[in-house]
T-cell receptor, first 110, second 116 residues
Framework: KAGVTQTPRYLIKTRGQQVTLSCSPISGHRSVSWYQQTPGQGLQFLFEYFSETQRNKGNFPGRFSGRQFSNSRSEMNVSTLELGDSALYLC?????????FGPGTRLTVL | AQTVTQSQPEMSVQEAETVTLSCTYDTSESDYYLFWYKQPPSRQMILVIRQEAYKQQNATENRFSVNFQKAAKSFSLKISDSQLGDAAMYFCAYRRGNTGGFKTIFGAGTRLFVKA
């Protein structure tokens, strides 16, 4: 089976812009989670989707949003980008409770 | 709230030797799962090993094994016969039982160096 794929792999944006990241889970996996990874804060949970419904949400401002489509693909959106949003954004699909991660999207906000 | 603590920011081991990475967690739940994930310099995070809290037997996966002490809320990872490819960041992680989704909480990580 193909692994979790994320696009784009690298992104450079400026403050105030918005960005959309995409994630395709492993075939058959219905749960998709998003995590933000930074050197200072480590890995922080953003949200989880299951069958197109948000099942869990982390402690992030409303600028961070996501959705899941009927084919389990997921997108996350960050509006009004801030310098502190620079991070590696990891998507993971879940099967039997274990997470399977994609390679991540490196977002740099200038 | 659940927390996961990894008290060793860095560890070093000689090739072919054994190393143990420490992890403690805090939860009031009785049904939960614990994991060790590995993130090599290429950044792709991979699952190393998983332990269900209801299982008394410690999980093992080839050279990787855990010491799960439920009462002490301790979950250490032992890597035997260390190889150069084991060099990576290791994250201990916790997830509640099967109700309520798969939100996973990670520790801060331990960077493992392997010396040739």
């Amino acid at each position: 089976k193909a692994g979790v794929t994320q696009t784009p792999r690298y992104l450079i944006k400026t403050r105030g812009q918005q960005v959309t990241l995409s994630c395709s889970p492993i075939s058959g996996h219905r749960s998709v989670s998003w995590y933000q990874q930074t050197p200072g804060q480590g890995l922080q949970f953003l949200f989880e989707y299951f069958s197109e419904t948000q099942r869990n949400k982390g402690n992030f401002p409303g600028r961070f949003s996501g959705r899941q489509f009927s084919n389990s693909r997921s997108e996350m959106n960050v509006s009004t980008l801030e310098l502190g949003d620079s991070a590696l954004y990891l998507c993971a699909s879940s099967f039997s409770g274990s997470l399977f991660f994609g390679p991540g999207t490196r977002l740099t906000v200038l | 709230a659940q927390t996961v603590t990894q008290s060793q920011p860095e560890m070093s081991v000689q090739e072919a030797e054994t190393v143990t990475l420490s992890c403690t967690y805090d939860t009031s739940e009785s049904d939960y799962y614990l994991f060790w994930y590995k993130q090599p310099p290429s950044r792709q995070m991979i699952l190393v090993i998983r332990q269900e809290a209801y299982k008394q037997q410690n999980a093992t996966e080839n050279r990787f094994s855990v010491n799960f002490q439920k009462a002490a809320k301790s979950f250490s990872l032992k890597i035997s016969d260390s190889q150069l490819g084991d060099a990576a960041m290791y994250f201990c992680a916790y997830r509640r039982g099967n109700t309520g989704g798969f939100k996973t909480i990670f520790g801060a990580g331990t960077r493992l160096f392997v010396k040739a």
